[in-house]
T-cell receptor
């Protein structure tokens, strides 16, 4: 089955800890994205990567970091510098010029 | 002015009704428009995309773009309880395939 997987589905962390969210795709897509979704806020772009070993900041990159060492994988680290990390995090990959396909999401709760 | 605006609703309709979901956008250079459906606690799924002006139909769904008024619409005919979800409009910004999303409209179809 082709698709995008995100793990885990739910994640709980204490304030001050870094946490890494996994995103894997077997669609052979070059471009991958990380979004954050908060109630009433829609989707906001954190980071994106057009190709392996390259990535760019999105609109709300502060407090986050990413890597893109393999085409299939685009992990997101939420650092302790992120002021409000509790949110629903969505990974996507793109085929063609604009069609993005999303994973199932990871709900992160930081207390 | 936000680049993409969408009424968050909620919108409640009886089963079988025709549903109209709408977004406005600010930049006349936008050409690609997408509609995503998102069930609660899931990732968004791509429903339809359109290019430039006109209509596109897929089963019970019709996407419409009016570039003169910068208005995009999604119509759902013979709505079903399974259509209950949040619907997100999106448009492509720039040449790198990045998307801008509306905040989403929550739809509830009552049996």
């Amino acid at each position: 089955d082709g698709g995008i997987t995100q793990s885990p589905k739910y994640l709980f962390r204490k304030e001050g800890q870094n946490v890494t969210l996994s995103c894997e795709q077997n669609l052979n897509h070059d471009a991958m994205y990380w979004y954050r979704q908060d109630p009433g806020q829609g989707l906001r772009l954190i980071y994106y990567s057009q190709i392996v070993n390259d990535f760019q900041k999105g609109d709300i990159a502060e407090g986050y970091s990413v890597s893109r060492e393999k085409k299939e994988s685009f992990p997101l680290t939420v650092t302790s510098a992120q002021k409000n990390p509790t949110a629903f995090y969505l990974c996507a990959s793109r085929t063609g010029d604009h069609e993005q396909y999303f994973g199932p999401g990871t709900r992160l709760t930081v207390t | 002015q936000k680049e993409v605006e969408q009424d968050p609703g909620p919108l409640s309709v009886p089963e079988g009704a025709i549903v109209s979901l709408n977004c406005t956008y600010s930049n006349s250079a936008f050409q690609y428009f997408m509609w995503y459906r998102q069930y609660s606690r899931k990732g968004p799924e791509l429903l339809m995309y359109t290019y430039s002006s006109g209509n596109k139909e897929d089963g019970r769904f019709t996407a419409q773009v009016d570039k003169s008024s910068k208005y995009i619409s999604l119509f759902i005919r013979d709505s079903q309880p399974s259509d209950s979800a949040t619907y997100l409009c999106a448009t492509r910004k720039g040449s790198q395939g990045n998307l801008i999303f509306g905040k989403g409209t929550k739809l509830s179809v009552k049996p």
